[in-house]
């Protein structure tokens, strides 16, 4: 498939999703540039090494920004700190390329995708019976908001 229609197909993939299948799709691209990461360590490819890492960085500063207090601010702190854990041990990583670390980070976005999952399942669930009602990812006719250069900020979920 042409690259333009892959990211065509990203795009609107991702621009329908609700929002926490947009969270989970984050946790996917993560895992997997963490694991490419990882695989580049252990060959001693340091390109492969700079590109899953940082692009796994990139993500998992996306999902810590991206967190909003909504109805229970203690949770989204916690989940604060874990991202900014993961964050700090993927720097680290960089510089050590420590495969016991990135196996680390590997397991704890594992686990975060885990959880996510379940939680998707309790929100699916809570939908059907009524108790929610479902909201857009962003109101309609709005872009994202810029970043500090003016420029749309994105972050890439595939290789």
């Known amino acids: 498939?042409?690259?333009?229609?892959?990211?065509?197909?990203?795009?609107?993939?991702?621009?329908t999703a609700k929002p926490e299948q947009v969270r989970l799709m984050l946790l996917?691209?993560?895992?997997?540039?963490?694991?490419q990461g990882r695989a580049g360590m252990a060959e001693k490819n340091y390109e492969q090494v700079y590109e899953g890492v940082s692009q796994c960085r990139d993500i998992v500063s996306e999902l810590l920004t991206s967190i909003a207090p909504g109805t229970d601010p203690v949770l989204?702190?916690?989940?604060?700190?874990?991202?900014?854990?993961?964050?700090?041990?993927?720097?680290?990583?960089?510089f050590s390329r420590d495969l016991k670390a990135m196996d680390r980070v590997i397991e704890l976005l594992e686990y975060e995708r885990e959880t996510w999952v379940l939680a998707i399942e309790k929100l699916a669930k809570e939908?059907?019976?009524?108790?929610?009602?479902?909201?857009?990812?962003?109101?309609?006719?709005?872009?994202?908001?810029?970043?500090a250069e003016g420029q749309r900020r994105s972050v890439s979920i595939e290789a």
């Open 28 to 35: 996917d691209g993560a895992i997997k540039f963490a694991r």
């Open 127 to 147: 939908r059907a019976e009524g108790l929610i009602e479902e909201r857009p990812l962003r109101p309609t006719g709005t872009d994202p908001a810029p970043s």
């Open 76 to 94: 989204a702190e916690r989940v604060r700190t874990v991202y900014g854990f993961l964050f700090r041990e993927l720097m680290e990583v960089s």
């Open 1 to 15: 498939m042409p690259e333009n229609n892959i990211n065509a197909y990203l795009r609107t993939k991702v621009m």
